[in-house]
């Protein structure tokens, strides 16, 4: 049985993925607005992985006897300066949410519930990834700087990305 704070910091924790994801998609229309479709293309990918890690805690609630309430979720940011200043609201957004996940483990810990511990370990290396992968595309958009050939070689490279779901 799922103890009654953890259930409750789970369902947040759903609509913190799909704020993610509702994030990333406005994200991919302010590419699209400016015409960078793979820049758009990797962020719709991103989006799709957010609903991913919504559902797996989503299924993960049921599983353990509790219930999923559906909350409203916050309208998301429309507009950015460029490229740059896009991933480094990513790269912050995503460093909060490894915050959340920590917070969620520490509350799976006090409340002496392993099961959702050992459930929650999956997001704690999932986090390491998104940080080290955004940080990386980061990285080379500073490199870029104003060179916009630099910029359309980074889009080629972006636009490839595929999204799949891993194996539960
Ligand atoms: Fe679901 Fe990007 O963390």
Redesign the pocket.
């Known amino acids: 049985m799922l103890p009654e704070k953890m259930e409750k910091a789970l369902n947040e924790q759903i609509n ?2 799909m704020y ?1 994801s509702y994030l990333y998609l406005s994200m991919e229309s302010y590419f699209q607005s400016i015409g960078l479709a793979g820049f758009a293309s990797w962020m719709r990918m ?1 989006a799709q ?2 609903m991913f ?2 559902m797996k805690i989503y299924d993960f609630v049921y599983e353990r006897g509790g219930r999923v309430i559906l909350a409203a979720i916050d309208q998301p940011p429309a507009e950015w300066k460029s490229a740059l200043d896009v991933f480094e609201n990513v790269l912050s ?2 460093q909060k ?2 915050g959340l ?1 920590n917070d969620l483990v520490n509350l799976a810990l006090d409340e002496r519930d392993h099961a959702t511990n050992i459930f929650l370990q999956w ?1 704690v290396t ?2 390491v990834e ?1 940080e080290a992968g955004v940080g990386s595309v980061l990285d080379k958009l500073k490199l870029v700087g104003d060179d916009t050939s630099g910029l359309f070689v980074l889009e080629q490279e972006l636009g490839k990305r595929v999204f799949t779901p891993p194996a539960t």
């Open positions: 913190a993925e993610s991103q992985e957010e890690h919504a957004h995503e949410v490894t996940i997001f999932e986090q998104e």
